[in-house]
């Protein structure tokens, strides 16, 4: 292979922070990239996989700084380059995706005038032959009608059409490489694939190569060619994506190919079986009034919902953001006021102040999804718990303390984690405590909204097992809450799917992931990639094919 | 040694210094800081009297140190009054929202349309010039910042899960506000406070150089100052030290307040 043929070559790069102690972000990583060759670079979160990215084309903060390597972009250092060198790179040569589509937009611009930028500066063109290259390029990444469309402001876009229009800005200059940093992992699983897809095409007929950067290794995997796998800074594993997956060589890639979720053993539960939890045309309405005697608007979050959770079961609530599952959750934990309907427990309804409010009160209990914001960052795990058994009053110290232990070494934490304060924990060691306090009291039922989301992807693993654990010890009945249908295959056993405020389709989590009845279910279901396991390593399949939704429905 | 370290030590000097002063003021003083001694009047500085005496030949170091004492507990329990009622309204506000809300933030509102020394010298007028006038004016003068300050982290931090969380295992909403939530949002409002000392030691200083703080002959930096004016020509040093004890004080307390913001603020913590 000449040199001609790469475009570009990472050699032995060392980023580290401008400090004295020897703090190395990236470590002596080195890999080459061919003019259109998609590349997936996947790693958790801390890994060195983002400012290795951004440091392709000279964009790390500045507190971080090469300590040793170089960059050769067409054979030239971007190392050594002169800002306004480095300028002609970014945007012409080198475009970039980012992951917030909220924020990378500027609120205050029209989508044209954002669109028109880059052409002026890099570009001969004149306005009229601008105009035209950028309508070419809006009809191209799927928006209806652009010519309609150029005066209107980000925020008039879904979240779906603003990773569109950033795409569509990125590829307008025809870079040879775009880097894509968790394009899609604000967006939602079906918005997700047509925008991947969209770009993989793009990039496919401009020639450009890509880099996609992402903590979703089967994602990644479907998409690329070629797999660099980061951890704490290194490059431990790369290679083509078939093989990596087949045989992974490195224990870290073996570990997260065994982190990905799959699907849990068959329960059996009878319809007969006394029902924990029920709900009745569950109902929430948001009212907003305009102005002081401005008209009262009414909008439904949650239209009639009937939900049955026997004990001992996992119900799944999946969703697209915004199909009112969050709503749902806290609506039956009566933290929002609802509008009609009521909730059962035990066969009794549960209402504010009455005999059984505490009882239910004390037995459902709530794990929510960020483990950052979950517990009081001035109590220590102790207090916290302690907390938890406030309404045990006749618990003597030593009790008490006795019941803090075996909860701290249930969700696998140690005395010791006691008497530390949330900040020096870990996200997932916050997030057991989280579960620890949920069911300190034994519960009877548990909501978990999202609740190991925002964790990566071998903690999740771990803390989905011991969540599964325990509830297969204690026998609570669990409502989970998530978008996730990876994490919901393995834990449920019946599933709800929720669109608009609706229960789309409810099942056995085996008929729902086999043979779903709804289009929109399977639209769901083919989002996510499926994952087959073999003797040493995994191979990748989609469920179905890519449902035939317009690009409007979508996003 | 950074600048920031620099202002740092200056700023708590300065403070722990007029602190000491102040103190000492309240229990000792070198001469009585109230007794006339006619035939010494507008005495240089010099041995006897290290700053010089006034037109009615009283010390003006004790003098000095005594109206420290006055001005450091005027603007101690000023403070502190409009922070533990600025707590209780903001708390009130942000967690109940609704036409609690509504009456509260209408109240401070009103009160934040005046200047806060417009809004002290009307209050004063109406109770009359002494010391629990002056704190009650400028308590009431300052606390709508602190209202509003509480108020806002209040409602921020009320949508965090562990306020909900502590909702869910059906603590009373008292209890909720009182441990959870009241300690949480306390590092703004220290902040605020110490600013806030400042400001109300230079409100009072004014107030009284206006005739209607501390009354005479008790002795405050802002009446000394007043009283000085009509000997500047004889007497300089009547108007410097007293004028000088109020900006060394300020600065003092606003390098000091630096300070303390950054230490609440843990994203500048370890710099």
Known sequence: MTDTEILLSVRALELGLVSPND?????????????????????ESGSGKT??????????????????????????SVLNMKAKDLRQLRGAEIGMVFQEPMTSLNPSMTIGRQLNEPLQEHTDLNAKERRARILEIMERVGIPAPQDRLDDYPHE???????????????????????????????DALVQRSVLKLMLELTKEEGTALILISHDLPMVAHYCERLLVMRQGEIVESGVTADILATPQHEYTRNLLRSMPERGPVRPFEDTDQPI?????????????????????KKKALHGINLTVRRGEVVAVVGASGSGKTTLGKAIAHQIKTSAGEVLFRGQ??????????????????????????????????????????????????????????????????????????????????QRVAIARAIIGRPDFVIADEAVSALDVTVRAQVLELLSNLQ??????????????????????RVIVMRDGKITEEGARNQIFDTPKSDYTRALLSAIPKLNRTETGVVLSWRFDEPNMTTEAVG | MSLRRTNQILGSSLVAFFLVVALTGLLWTPENPLAIHLQDKLMPPGPGHWLGTDEYGRDVLSRLMAAAGTSVSISTLTVLCSVFFGLILGALSGYCRGWVDRTIMLFTDTLLAFPSMLLALALLSIMGTNISGVIIALGLAYLPTVTRVVRGSVMSLREQDYIEASRLMGHPAGYTLLVHIIPNCLAPVIVIATSMFGSVLLTESALSFLGLGVPPPAPTWGNMLAGARPYMEQAVWLGIFPGLCISMTLLGINLFGDYVRDRFDPRMRGL
């Open chain 1, 51 to 76: 400012m290795l990215g951004r440091s392709l084309f000279g964009l790390q903060p500045g507190v971080v700084v090469p300590y040793g390597g170089d960059i050769l972009f067409q054979g030239r």
């Open chain 1, 23 to 43: 703090n190395r972000i990236v470590k002596s990583a080195s890999f080459d990239l061919k003019p259109g060759e998609v590349l997936g670079l996947v790693g």
């Open chain 1, 157 to 187: 876009f879904s979240g779906g059409m603003r990773q569109r229009i950033m795409l569509a800005s990125a590829m307008l200059l025809k870079p040879a490489l775009l880097i894509a940093d968790e394009p899609t992992t604000a967006l």
């Open chain 1, 472 to 493: 297969h010890r204690y026998g609570f009945s669990c409502l989970f809450i998530s978008h996730d249908l990876g994490v919901v295959e393995q834990l449920a056993d």
């Open chain 1, 349 to 430: 309804a549960v209402k504010k102040g009455s005999a059984t409010w505490m009882d239910y009160r004390r037995n459902c209990q709530m794990i929510f999804q960020d483990p950052f914001g979950s517990l009081d960052p001035r109590f220590t795990i102790r207090r916290t718990l302690s907390e938890a058994l406030y309404h045990e009053k006749d618990l003597s110290r030593s009790e008490r303390n006795e019941r803090i232990c075996t909860a701290i070494e249930e969700v696998g934490l140690g005395i010791a984690h006691l008497d530390r304060l949330p900040h020096e924990l870990s996200g997932g060691q916050r």
């Open chain 1, 277 to 297: 939890l029920k709900t009745r045309d569950l109902a929430v309405e948001y009212k907003s009034r305009s102005g002081l005697f401005g008209k009262v608007d």
